[in-house]
């Protein structure tokens, strides 16, 4: 009977060393209930408390400690049950209990480890409690007072996590540093890596980021955070512009981690890496993603203005504009909506539904008149009004956006608003208008494409108003800049300048420059819709030149490759007139056959049939030449008629047929009032009675030219023939 209590004690014990706690725990109560009274009731009370912890009992074991405490507060396991209750209490959580016991300890001097342990976890206590500042000092007083204990790290940490929570980085980031060399080997230090990436996350220093994130997932993915790491590091290469690099990090967040809370964002962006990276169809396919698994999420509304984004650029402007017309009516930030509302107004824009553009422009207006876009959409209301042919009122808005957001609208923009008001001004019919708003916007704007078009449109009115000698210097320049910047220049507009340049030339009188504008035009632009015209122009200006064999070249040009332009007919027609002056003749009369067959009932008919009879008469084909001149007197009544006229006399005379000739020679005179044809049927007439022996009717023939059309030269050969035929005549004859 009076070891009986110490046999209960040791079999409880025992079962304590053997971890079997909870038996322990039950014996230790039982000796307790049984043997109130026992020397050794104190190691049974504080020895079940152990019991209880170590079985994880934690509340019944602060009761129980509590309960020693108050029995047997001087014992010598006091201090031990006090220190047992500090730790029990903060491992439930009850932080302040903790400190409270900690400091209670503190006060008693507890010697060696237990100061070392107690002043750590007052530490602890105060930074699980978010007393941040007191957990910093705690555990700067425990690295002070216990320099060589073995958890001067997780001080260390718990000091740094403290000051970043403070938003105290740079001191944070230095300590995390000197631990970070140990982190990848101290498992337990392992959150340093992550905590270090952050910081350097969030002060954008991408590579240093990377390092530290990429230095944490090195031991793989069963790490506490790897999800929000994998995001990082893949936002941190990005951030870098290496998106491909960027690419499998978020590949392995979105494998690895199907219900993370950053998946929508490593959805999103994956979209933005392969929009960056050009691979629209993917990037597509992401988004899409993103939106049927997270379209409530703050990324939806950015993902759906990235795939309208996608279709501008891709030319699909109506998908583009249905996809910022959604976005602009659920996105939840009012800039973005506003954002995506201006974007759909540009998406059709691009699409040329200007009249939908207008009001989708002028309700932005409405809704958002101090947004930063409003400037640019009073702009592109104006053009969508011009666009829509409604010149008046285009004019007014154009005038009403600078005069209202002239302060705010880029030099790009003015110069498009001035350039359409100018358009708008020519289709009204305001030609001297229109060229002062486009040397305005030359004034302010005189570089860049649009200045170039508006130099090419400010000569083309002055050709108009046949102010040459402004548009061939305005044309001349803009040639020389276009030259000098051939890889760069609009061809449009290069291939107009030339063009019209040349044009101008030709219409001043300039022949040979014009002819070299325009070969070197055909050279330049050999597909374009003008080469007709200018192989025309340049035929025309050499034949002013009386250069007629390489006029034939061009006006060939446009009878054989041109057959459905307008240059067409006039080529054929000049083309016969040059082979004729080449004689070609069997060619010539080929050109105006064709013509004629072609055109014969145009208003140059005549000077085709006309060039018919006389390839034929260059070709001894008299009576052939004589059929085709009489066409053009029976149907024509001009100067042509008249030499058509002529022509059938000379036929008749080469025919030796001098009296017929001379009837007809005479007809000239009688039927047309040409002096110039006249005269010289009159003295062709003089011949022929030369030739029928009558040297009278001859010299009244002669006389006749010398009295009527004496300013002709056939004047002077009249009266050297009335001379010589007055030789050996009768007086009076």
């Known amino acids: ?64 400690l509590s309960e020693f405490r108050a029995k047997f507060g001087n014992h010598a396991l006091s201090v031990d049950a006090l220190q047992l209750l500090a730790t029990a209490t903060h491992q439930q959580g009850r932080y302040d209990e903790s400190l409270t016991h900690c400091q209670a300890l503190l006060k008693q001097d507890a010697p060696g480890s237990g100061a070392a342990s107690i002043s750590f976890l007052v530490g602890e206590n105060e930074f699980l409690s978010g007393r941040l500042e007191k957990a910093i000092a705690a555990f700067r007083g425990f690295l002070s007072a216990h320099p060589d204990d073995g958890r001067t790290d997780q001080a260390n940490y718990r000091i740094a996590t403290a000051l970043n929570r403070l938003g105290r980085y740079d001191e944070a980031a230095h300590i995390y540093g000197r631990l970070s060399k140990r982190a990848t080997e101290d498992e337990g230090l392992r959150p340093v890596l992550l905590a270090l990436g952050d910081i350097h996350f969030q002060r954008g220093e991408w590579k240093k980021a990377e390092a530290s994130l990429a230095a944490y997932l090195s ?24 998106y491909e690099d960027a690419l499998p990090d978020y590949g392995r967040l979105l494998s690895q981690f199907k219900k993370s809370t950053h998946r929508a964002h490593a959805l999103f962006e994956r979209g933005q890496a392969l929009v960056a990276l050009h691979r629209f169809d993917e990037a597509a396919t992401t988004f899409e993603q993103l939106l049927a698994e997270a379209g409530d999420s703050r990324f939806a509304g950015y993902a759906v203005n990235h795939l309208g984004t996608m279709a501008m650029q891709t030319g699909n402007y109506e998908a583009a504009a249905s996809r910022f017309e959604r976005v602009a009516a659920n996105a939840p930030e009012a800039d973005v909506g506003a954002e995506a509302q201006f974007q759909r107004g540009q998406a059709l824009m691009a699409a040329e539904k200007y009249k939908q553009a207008e009001q989708v422009f002028a309700d932005f207006l409405k809704r958002h008149a101090k947004h930063d876009r409003a400037a640019l959409a009073a702009g592109q209301t104006a053009i969508a009004i011009a666009r829509q042919d409604r010149h008046a009122a285009a004019v007014e808005a154009v005038d009403r956006a600078i005069q209202h957001h002239g302060d705010k609208l880029g030099g790009d923009t003015l110069a498009s608003l001035r350039y359409e008001k100018a358009w708008c001004l020519r289709y009204l019919e305001k030609p001297d208008e229109a060229a002062k708003v486009y040397r305005e916007m030359l004034s ?115 009878v054989d490759k041109h057959a459905s332009d307008p240059a067409y007919s006039a080529s054929l027609l000049r083309l016969g007139e040059c082979l004729a002056a080449v004689q070609s003749w069997p ?116 006389r006749e030219v010398t009295e009527k059309y004496r300013e002709t030269q056939w004047a002077s050969m009249a009266a050297d023939r009335v001379a010589a035929l007055s030789e050996g005549t009768v007086p009076g004859r």
């Open 444 to 558: 302010a704007r005189p570089e860049g494409n649009l200045a170039l078009h508006a130099r090419l449109e400010v000569a083309e009115l002055d050709s108009n108003a046949k102010r040459y000698a402004p548009a061939i210097e305005m044309l001349t320049r803009l040639v020389e800049r276009l030259t000098a910047s051939s890889s760069d220049a609009p061809q449009d507009v290069r291939e107009q300048a030339v063009y019209r340049l040349a044009v101008c030339r030709y219409e001043t009188g300039q022949y040979d420059e014009a002819a070299k504008g325009f070969e070197a035009f055909v050279r330049a632009f050999p597909a374009s819709g003008l080469v007709a015209s200018a192989s025309f122009h340049c035929g025309e200006a050499l034949l002013r030149l009386e250069r007629h064999k390489p006029a034939v070249e061009h006006f060939r040009r446009v």
């Open 1 to 64: 009977k009076g070891l009986a209590d110490k046999a209960a004690y040791w079999m409880a014990k025992c079962k304590l060393r053997d971890g079997e706690f909870a038996a322990a725990a039950k014996r230790f109560k039982k000796a307790i209930a049984e043997f109130g009274k026992s020397d050794l009731l104190p190691e049974m009370m504080y020895d079940r408390a152990v019991a209880l912890i170590r079985g994880e009992e934690r509340d019944e074991a602060i009761v129980a």
């Open 219 to 242: 031991s793989g993915l069963e790490v506490a955070s790897a999800d929000e790491a994998l995001l990082k590091l893949g936002l941190s290469k990005q951030r870098q512009e290496r």
């Open 587 to 702: 060619d010539s009369e080929r050109a105006f056959s064709t013509y004629l067959g072609k055109f014969g009932g145009e208003e140059f008919w005549f000077q085709a049939q006309f060039g018919v009879g006389w390839a034929r008469e260059n070709q001894a084909r008299h009576d052939d030449a004589i059929q085709a001149y009489k066409a053009v007197v029976a149907r024509h009544n001009g100067p042509t008629a008249a030499r058509a006229q002529f022509q059938m006399g000379e036929c008749l005379f080469a025919k030796k047929q001098y009296k017929d000739a001379a009837i007809e020679l005479l007809k000239v005179d009688i039927l047309y009032a040409y002096p110039e044809w006249s005269a010289a049927a009159l003295y062709e007439a003089g011949r022929c009675f030369e030739k029928l022996s009558q040297p009278v009717e001859a010299r009244h023939r002669f």
